[in-house]
């Protein structure tokens, strides 16, 4: 009974064409006339831009915003989601992309995969949005990649991440986890003398694949230093006493922890506690932006060190505008950790790709991304590598009371992005 | 991996590890006593208990903030009175949600359940219009963070200390009300025989009302204690709901005694196993040892026998 | 176990449904939104098992999420080992096994992955191995005679005892991104969309299928023994029946009918995560029901159908009202109208159509009309 009925009704495709025609039946129809506004440079026509039916008008071009605004996950990607809208108001601001300006249409992954997967596929397949900032977790990634791939969307992912990937179709504008992990290990080694490390993580894909990296790291790759620990947590873990006692009679020279969301809270109040100072104990996390500050407390953290591509603190002529701007629109209160920064990357990257390419279209952007500069880059500089990640510099900060970072160390140099590093894996 | 390691080392660790063990103990007897005293007392499954918890967390925070902005020289003490108010709001919207929610469900024990679940649905959603999706940080007096020395190496977590003080005095408490006092053999008769307690003349509704109060105050109290060593977000309640019920279950939902009975193991063997293997692994071999003794005892370890 | 057990109105409301699913709906919705139709079809199944466990013999499980998503796990194995062959895992240190083992520094295939290379095993492993574990759960619980909420907390410890193992296991479960990136069902690309609008179709006539299964099984005599129970378990007792055993095989039922789901869904979505089987989930699950009403096997479906459409709509506009609205929804649901929508058809439709067509006996609770289609769109 199910099984005559398998062609798909003629009528649904067909009037899709159609309508897929019909909207691009204007466009083809008044290319050069509608006057553009008088403030911005006319762009190239819509036609010229657009060859695979994006959502591109004349003057205005849509795009996705697409995070957890409920749900357990809410708590980290808020931030990326403010920081998303201060780049595209900012970029409208200064007359669009192409001369077109940016609307977004936002939805909500409740912090739950599927129905990222869900979003994203009407982000691409109904709204025809040109490009997608979004996603924090890994796993909301994985569930939202096949979606990108089969229907051809652009997404800009903003987390540090474990590596491990590199998709035509999305943009990796937070570091991946060599960037990340290995410079602040030979900052940590050298200036502290560590020896004995002890690794900690929450129990899922990220924290385990750094560790890993961190692991070989420390035993193959620097001389002396070896791993005394290692332990893992359920996510939403909340008791760390245990661990901490562990961590007293082995006595690493530093601990090095990658635990994320509700535990890090937990685990910072318990470490200070059970009366480890922080001042005396060096501890090194790759987890701990000013975001999770605020819900931990700074003075439970001070004198810890981070390690990560952007602290808020950070003194360049970019970030003295890019704090201001961003507190003028989110509230004086607002605190910018390093994945809001990456996110905020995401459309400026984005529209200084589509200008390269001259085009919204997809496979153009994909192909042009590679060699993109953002100079205007908070961070400082930035530049899309061939593998879609961004060459960045590695930062460390050590954490004061009021839950900022000072910065003590950057890389002299970019370090390039390798998702799949040899000899770590 | 106690080679290498001279003896005084290894028992101050000891020592700090045993402590650590009771300090879990005394948080899990604290999560699980209201949802205890519900479940046991009416048989209706809070679900929305670490929204009630929340709720107290938030309290603090909001006295922390007030005594930060208006009454600074009073700061070292605000814990005392945010405790006292967390009680207060989440027993308050206890009896304000058994009011109006729970008293129309009492024949359908399994609809509460559900029901409670649409609340916290709705309190999270609250808390994040009120509070910010965001974590707030709750600042604590000085003198409640950090450590003790009892000797040289033993250093003992004041956090640890007043969760265990705080835990044993409701405790108590808890006991003194429904054991010795007239309004706790009120309760335990309507446990026993609702019908009967009512024709005897007892206020059924009145005692319900006040013991799902109690049980959210308690969940009020923990929320609040637990600003000491957790987050605070509008979701954090989930965090502590997965051990709370399994220390309930466990116990046997019937029974107060039986629920601190499974706290105590659940904690030392979690705590103990924590300590000689990784946190993961020891999660999941406390949780399938629950399973395995709940599939060979499902009622759980201790059993009142009631007349339904 | 003839067409004498269903009645007439019966079939001509199945029929309606099955015209709903499998003509109205691919004809009016463009194919975007028949994916996600096909989607909530797929928790219409857990739906059926519902309906039976808890409608009828009342129980409550909360755990119907470990059941889909065991159903989910064993297709999505099958399709992870068929997308990991060699040639596409060649980069990996161990070529041929998924690439989440690789990552978790596992170097040969365990065991229990082994036997899902054979499709046939695996369509078998979908209902049993959900059944198998509703077996094991339910001989511990229902020969001890415990029920009721007790049941209902101990079948949500288990599904968070699950979760936590299952990303806790990464190596071998895939942690908590789950298992991804499935491809192909016997080289039959599942990612087009003329895979999915066959998909669909299969996901609709299994559910009617199983639809009519239920409905034969509520017809039985077994059936009137399941709502007996609901209503005095010592009677039936007494009656010479083994309460215990009827109660198994429903929990067994229902556990199957989720496996099935879960397998569908995993077909229709192209991954499968630990987010299904927790507690939330398996709340979920159960208020879907709740809200088309407990009691009527066409109520759940239309029920699902509708609260996830309301979900999806308003979700993509308001976000933040869409947690407060669904709250209170469920809250409504289980204090005013606890039969559901099935329950306000039966009150409101039902009596106007009694005019229409008297007859002598009213309705008996289990043979509730379709809620018409007014209810749904």
Redesign the interface.
């Known amino acids: 009974m199910a099984l005559d009925r398998i062609d798909p009704p003629p009528s649904s495709a067909l009037r899709r064409r159609l309508l897929q025609g019909m909207a691009a039946l204007p466009a083809a129809a008044l290319v050069p006339p509608l006057l553009p506004h008088a403030a911005r440079a006319a762009g190239p026509a819509t036609a010229a831009v657009n060859a695979t039916g994006l959502a591109v008008t004349d003057d205005a071009v849509t795009v996705g915003i697409l995070h957890s605004i409920t749900g357990t996950m809410a708590i980290s990607e808020t931030g990326s989601v403010e920081a998303e809208k201060l780049a595209i108001s900012q970029i409208n601001a200064e007359g669009g992309v192409l001369g077109r300006k940016i609307n977004f249409i936002q939805e909500d992954g409740a912090s739950d995969w599927p129905t990222f997967a869900e979003k994203a596929k009407k982000l691409l397949v109904k709204d025809k949005c040109a490009a997608v900032f979004g996603c924090w977790t890994s796993a909301s990634r994985k569930a939202v990649l096949p979606v990108f791939e089969q229907y051809n969307g652009m997404l800009y992912y903003p987390t540090f991440y474990e590596g491990l990937e590199q998709s035509k179709n999305v943009i990796y504008t937070g570091q991946e986890a060599t960037q990340q992990i290995i410079a602040g290990l030979d900052w940590v080694t050298k200036e502290k003398g560590a020896k004995t490390f002890y690794l900690l993580g929450s129990d899922y894909i990220w924290p385990r694949t750094s560790n890993k990296i961190a692991r070989k790291h420390i035993e193959n790759h620097m001389k002396g230093t070896r791993v005394v620990g290692e332990d893992y947590f359920p996510l939403g873990h909340t008791q760390f006493n245990s661990v901490i006692n562990k961590m007293k009679l082995v006595k690493p020279d530093v601990i090095y922890a990658i635990i994320v969301g509700g535990s890090n809270v937990a685990f910072y109040k318990q470490l200070k506690a059970a009366g480890v100072d922080l001042s005396k104990q060096t501890l090194m996390t790759i987890s701990v932006t000013e975001d999770e500050i605020l819900g931990i407390g700074g003075e439970n953290i001070a004198g810890a060190y981070a390690c990560m591509k952007y602290f808020q603190s950070l003194q360049n002529p970019n970030n003295a505008k890019f704090v201001p701007a961003f507190k003028a629109m989110w509230g004086e209160k607002s605190v910018i950790g390093d994945v809001t920064q990456a996110a905020y990357l995401g459309p400026w990257l984005w529209k200084l790709t589509a200008e390269k390419a001259q085009s919204f279209d997809i496979d153009k952007i994909a192909a042009a991304s590679p060699g993109v500069e953002f100079k205007g880059a908070p961070e400082g500089y930035v530049r899309i590598h061939p593998n879609h990640h961004l060459w960045s510099k590695t930062r460390v900060g050590r954490a004061r009371t009021d839950g900022q970072y000072d910065v003590i160390y950057e890389t002299a140099d970019l370090m390039e992005p390798n998702p799949f590093p040899v000899g770590y894996q | 991996m106690f080679m290498g ?1 001279s003896l005084g ?2 028992g101050s ?1 000891l020592a ?2 045993g402590f ?1 063990g009771l ?2 103990f005394s ?1 899990f007897v604290l999560m699980a006593l209201g949802l205890a005293i519900i ?1 046991g007392q009416m ?3 809070n ?1 929305a208990h670490g929204e009630f918890m929340i709720l107290g967390a938030y309290v603090t925070f909001l006295c922390s903030r007030l005594f930060a902005a208006y009454l600074p020289g009073a700061f070292a003490l605000y814990f005392f009175l945010a405790i006292i108010l967390a009680f207060c709001a989440s027993g308050l919207l206890g009896m304000a949600v058994e009011w109006a ?1 729970i008293r ?2 009492y024949k ?4 509460t ?3 409670t ?6 309190l ?3 808390y ?2 009120i509070f ?9 007096p000085g003198w409640m ?3 003790t ?1 009892l000797t040289e190496q033993i ?1 003992i ?4 200390l007043i969760v265990m003080v705080l835990t044993t005095l409701i405790t108590l408490a808890v006991y003194l009300l429904i054991f010795r006092a007239g309004w706790g053999r009120q309760v335990r008769a309507v446990t026993q025989n609702r019908a009967m307690a009512s024709a005897v003349g007892i206020d059924t509704e009145r005692v319900d009302r006040l013991t799902y109060g109690l049980g959210c105050g308690i969940a009020g109290i923990a929320g609040s204690a ?1 600003t ?9 309640g ?5 051990d709370t ?2 220390v ?2 466990f116990g046997g ?1 019937q029974s107060l005694i039986g629920t601190i009975a499974s706290a105590f193991t659940i904690s030392q063997a ?2 103990t196993m ?2 000689f293997l ?7 071999l406390v ?2 040892s ?2 395995g003794i ?3 005892r ?2 759980g370890l201790f059993v009142l026998k009631v007349r339904r | 176990m003839t067409e004498s057990s269903f009645s007439r109105k019966d079939m001509i409301a199945v029929l309606i449904f099955a015209a709903f699913i499998l003509i109205v709906l691919p004809l009016a919705l463009e194919p975007f939104r028949l994916n996600l139709v096909g989607k909530y079809l797929t928790y219409g199944f857990v739906g059926l098992g519902l309906v039976l466990c808890w409608g009828d013999a009342g129980i409550l499980s909360l755990g119907q999420g470990i059941f889909f998503g065991l159903g989910g796990y064993c297709m999505a194995m099958f399709l992870k080992l068929e997308a990991s062959t060699p040639a596409a895992t060649k980069i990996q240190s161990t070529p041929g096994i998924p690439d989440f083992m690789d990552w978790n520094q596992l170097t040969a295939l365990p065991w229990f992955w082994r036997p899902f290379h054979s499709l046939a095993f695996t369509i078998a492993a979908v209902p049993l191995v959900p059944a198998l574990l509703a077996f094991v759960i339910g001989l511990a619980m229902f020969k001890r005679r415990v029920g009721g909420t007790y049941f209902a907390i101990i079948t949500q410890a288990i599904a968070a005892i699950l979760t936590i193992l299952i990303i806790g296991q990464q190596g071998y479960t895939g942690g908590v991104n789950g298992i991804t990136d499935l491809r192909t069902l016997l080289g039959w690309d599942i990612r087009t969309d003329h895979a999915k609008l066959v998909l669909y179709f299969i996901s609709g006539g299994l559910l009617i299928a199983c639809l009519l299964l239920a409905q034969l099984v509520r017809r039985s005599k077994l059936g009137r023994i399941l709502v007996a129970m609901r209503e005095r378990e010592d009677r039936v007792r007494f009656s010479g029946y083994d309460v215990a055993n009827f109660k198994i095989f429903v929990f067994c039922a229902a556990a199957a009918l989720a496996g099935i789901g879960g397998a569908m869904f995993t077909l229709q979505v192209g991954f499968m995560s630990p987010s299904f089987v927790g507690i939330v989930p398996s709340i979920e699950l159960v208020i879907f029901t709740a809200v088309g009403g407990r009691t009527s096997l066409l109520g759940a479906l239309y029920g699902t159908l509708l609260v996830n459409w309301a979900k999806t709509t308003f979700s993509e506009d308001l976000p933040q009202l869409w947690l407060l609205a669904m709250g209170a929804l469920f809250i409504a649901v289980v204090v005013a109208f606890p039969n559901g929508l099935a329950g306000l058809v039966q009150e409101n439709v039902a009596p106007l159509l009694a005019r229409l067509r008297p007859r002598l006996r009213p309705v008996p609770s289990a043979t509730v009309d379709a809620p018409k289609q007014g209810a749904v769109r």
């Open positions: 390691y080392d290894l660790i700090m590890q650590a300090v879990l948080v479940f048989g209706v499954i679900m929610l129309h469900l359908r024990p399994l609809d359940l559900l029901a679940w649409g609340l916290s649905l709705i999270q959603q609250v994040r219009s910010g999706a965001r974590e707030v940080g709750v600042e604590l963070m950090g450590s020395h250093e977590p004041i956090n640890g637990f000491m060593i957790g987050s605070t977000s509008p979701t954090a989930q965090l502590y709901i997965v019920f399994l309930v279950v939902a979690r705590s924590e300590f990784s946190g993961s692994m020891a999660q999941v949780l399938l629950v399973v709940l599939m060979l499902p009622q």
